[in-house]
């Protein structure tokens, strides 16, 4: 008979997976372990469940229906099952209240993340509008408009799912994305005293949530982002139709085609806005440091995907004799990934722990300080890494992992959103700056010194201070140059990201003196480097005229 290979198969996300947990025994309380585990082992069991399924179905994509059979316009959405899904899942298993539990505190914000983690892949970027219903929330809260807060929270943080409503993030226009001063959507009031919103959206992410938060210009209004307010709006009636508004078409992405980003005209939309009439930007700086976060949490979570199938795939392949497993360069590649994603996993979830702990005001002056540098951080690493390691599990598989319907493709595909989705690469590397404008690297340099104490390996430490040193050496050498330091920002960014999970990698290392592998990441981790600072002058930027 023919020989026919064994196709990769999911191991369950949860059971399989150490590194979660070790973090549930090292930092989730006894008494709240149980029934987080049970969301878990739920969560882990629906992605294995929908990874089959996937497989043995043809993928589909949302569909647009703008017109009704005798003439009206309607703009339906169909969506694919695992959206349709996704409210139950979401609220049985608290993927999004669990951010805001009371009774959890500080740890809620943790098991949440774990929550995500499971759940990313398997919901086709459901995640996508929970991060922003999340962050609506979190920036709602922060402005104290008490009817607003009324009004959607209790939806937003739903533990039914026909109480469920998802909170969209409308800032992007074709003027531009991160320039969000060029805003130009119009907020006028009409003769009752009603704002209402006039304007195109150009990206509008999941467009079929219940309510969104937009900016918009009050009319009369200065220029800039201090003229902007931000608003909350509902976007459809009682009976279930769009309020003024209309869907142009669907956007054609690369990947997360699952996910319905849309492209909107607003006719006179209700709104309200959220806190006064400027200042929008600011008023949404809570959610975009929690959205960031989610990001980081699904690029980690694909991560562990890619690993997950090219390690099984490596066990039941053979070439040459034996398995790919015992093929000593093949196994040194999935340790290099394992040992990168592991970083990446210890940085992510160490953000996600002092979100919780600023959240809950039990962090230090310091470790805010060092929230508002990590945050980024983790954000803009994790992103350009999920990149590089979906393309080299691509590899693993050799020409399988080229065709479309293996499944492969589609995770180097959807990887690409997470380095450009809640800002670019670049636009991180340059909020990392104003993070160390606003408090140095001293927060940063005393919490690595703190993790490196867990750890007696001198080469570690002196690698990472080393890294350091040379990352201080270069802000400092760069003085009031700031187009030779926004030059260098991205290396810089990436530089102190890698020394953070470093340091984590060697607390967790010195903390685990009963497994090996632990310590074995690290070592390989560092054998990738540190630094990766480059110094490009203004002279060097003559190559581009």
Not at 285 to 295: D, F, K, S
Request: proline share 4%.
């Amino acid at each position: 008979m023919e020989f026919l290979q064994d196709a990769p198969r999911l191991p369950h996300p949860f059971h399989q997976d150490r590194l979660l947990k070790a973090l549930i025994a090292q930092r989730v309380p006894p008494a709240r372990r149980a029934a987080l585990e049970a969301d878990l082992i739920a969560l882990g069991d629906y992605a294995c469940m929908a990874y089959e399924r996937r497989l043995a179905s043809t993928p589909g994509e949302p569909v647009l229906t703008q017109w009704g059979p005798w003439g009206e316009r309607i703009d339906r959405i169909e969506l694919t099952q695992a959206w349709r899904e996704g409210p139950e899942l979401t609220t049985r298993h608290a993927v999004l209240a669990a951010g805001h539990d009371a009774e959890a505190g500080a740890h809620g914000r943790l098991e949440q993340f774990m929550r995500v983690y499971l759940y990313h892949l398997a919901s086709e970027f459901y995640t996508c509008p929970l991060a922003m219903t999340d962050g609506a929330a979190t920036a709602l809260k922060a402005a104290g408009n008490k009817d607003i807060i009324a009004r959607a929270l209790p939806h937003f943080l739903s533990r039914e799912s026909d109480r469920f409503w998802l909170s969209g993030q409308w800032m992007t226009e074709t003027a531009g994305g991160s320039d969000v001063a060029r805003t130009g959507t119009v907020a006028r009031r009409d003769e009752q005293g009603q704002w209402r919103l006039y304007g195109r959206k150009w990206f509008t992410s999941a467009v079929v949530g219940e309510a969104a938060l937009a900016l918009a210009r009050p009319e009369g209004a200065g220029e800039g982002t201090g003229g902007l307010a931000l608003f909350y709006v509902e976007t459809k009636d009682a009976q279930g139709r769009w309020r003024d508004l209309s869907i142009d078409r669907l956007k054609n992405k690369l990947g997360t085609r699952e996910l319905p980003t849309a492209e909107i005209h607003l006719d006179g939309l209700p709104a309200e806005p959220v806190a006064g009439l400027d200042h929008g930007v600011r008023r949404v700086a809570p959610m975009l440091n929690v959205t960031r976060t989610w990001n980081a949490v699904c690029a980690t979570a694909s991560m562990a995907r890619c690993l997950a199938l090219a390690s099984d795939y490596a066990r039941r392949r053979q070439a040459f004799g034996r398995p790919l497993i015992e093929q000593p360069l093949h196994a040194r590649t999935l340790a290099d990934m394992q040992a990168e994603f592991e970083g990446a996993f210890a940085l992510t979830f160490h953000v996600a722990e002092l979100l919780g702990q600023v959240e809950h005001h039990t962090a230090s002056p310091a470790q805010t300080q060092l929230l508002r540098l990590l945050t980024p951080l983790a954000k803009l690493w994790t992103g350009k890494l999920s990149v590089a390691i979906a393309s080299e599990t691509l590899e693993c598989f050799g020409g399988a992992g080229y065709i479309e319907d293996t499944g492969l493709p589609q995770l180097l595909r959807d990887a690409q959103v997470y380095a450009i989705w809640e800002g670019t690469t670049n636009v991180l590397s340059l909020d990392t700056l104003r993070a160390l404008s606003a408090s140095s690297l001293d927060p940063l340099n005393e919490e690595i010194e703190r993790l490196l104490t867990h750890h007696d390996d001198r080469t570690a430490a002196e690698a990472v201070r080393s890294a350091l040193d040379r990352a201080r050496a270069f802000i400092d050498d760069c003085g009031n140059d700031a187009a030779r330091l926004q030059a260098g920002a991205r290396g810089l960014a990436i530089t102190l990201a890698r020394c953070m999970a470093a340091a984590l990698l060697a607390a967790r290392a010195g903390e685990s003196s009963d497994d090996r592998r632990p310590a074995l990441a690290l070592r390989c981790f560092l054998a990738h480097g540190l630094d990766r600072l480059t110094d490009i002058d203004t002279d060097t930027l003559a190559l581009l005229d």
